[in-house]
């Protein structure tokens, strides 16, 4: 038996990103965000939803440009203090003691020390509501060297990245290897 | 040292949720995704991103509505088959042995044995590239009862969704708790 919850943002999984951007000033902030997602493979392009609240939606207009630092567990406190605070009354990077890096394909800033790194260029922006949905190109993906498979793709597990569940507002760690996908549903075929 | 992996859609994590439709004649339809995500708070809308060679691409210009049902680790089989063949050669509920349950809110069905399912109605379509991006509003989100916590939420280790890492190709479930949303980064603020 299923019971309604109602109209809301309720789905599983939804991801712990940290989206970087330069203000007016040239100052770096850093916010997270658990609204979004990739959003077509041909040109390769990442799409995020933010409030016109956001100190973030203001760089980005400015920009034209972000980038997305995938936080490791490891970080799972900045990436929660990223989404607690406004880039307005405070500096994220100096009072976390994490590190700028000026994207050289951008004109953004990524997390140095978060494993994963997507810089994005911003391709479109829609009005949707309380959220503008900006769709940014993904210009490069940057892993840790280390975090690498012998195929050279990254392991999610090394990667280790944060899965957010709402409503309970709890970030939890991916877990084990279920199945290998284009090859388990073949049964059916 | 981080290595660049070039312009491509790597990200994690990527969700698996399985996009119900009707065709023309009424057959019910289900494709799995993994280009997604919540985009608008309020209204609540969820995006999936389609390509146009698809059968649910048709279906969802058609009907105006789709469905999302999310996967739990026991029907990864079946989750990985909705995305490996398309709904024009094969019925993909019967095979499968699911069922498709018509919603009565929107103009779609949903897989009756996963336990989150969210309905909605389309609002907008964005061509983007080889990706067509839709915005639907979530008109319900309806989870089993058992799955539900005591305050009424539902516990995503219960719900036991998939996550999907791009490029391994590979499905994970969710793992354990790594801490609570706004709380864990107060220390820096």
Known sequence: MKKSLGANTLIFPTPVWCVGSYDKDGKPNVMTIAWGGICCSRPPCLTISLRKATYTYGNIMERG???VSVP????ADE????GIVS???QDKFQRSGLTPVRSDLV?????E????????????????GL???FIGEIMDVKVDRDLLLDDGNPDILKVSPLVYATKAQAYHQVGDLVGKAFQIGKRFS
């Open 131 to 133: 959220h503008t949905q």
């Open 107 to 111: 004109d953004a800033p990524y997390v």
């Open 72 to 75: 490791s567990i490891e970080f």
């Open 65 to 67: 440009a972000y980038t």
């Open 113 to 128: 020390e978060f494993p994963m790194i997507l810089e994005c260029k911003l391709l479109h922006h829609f009005e949707i």
């Open 79 to 82: 990436a929660d203090y990223f």
């Open 87 to 89: 880039g307005r009354s």
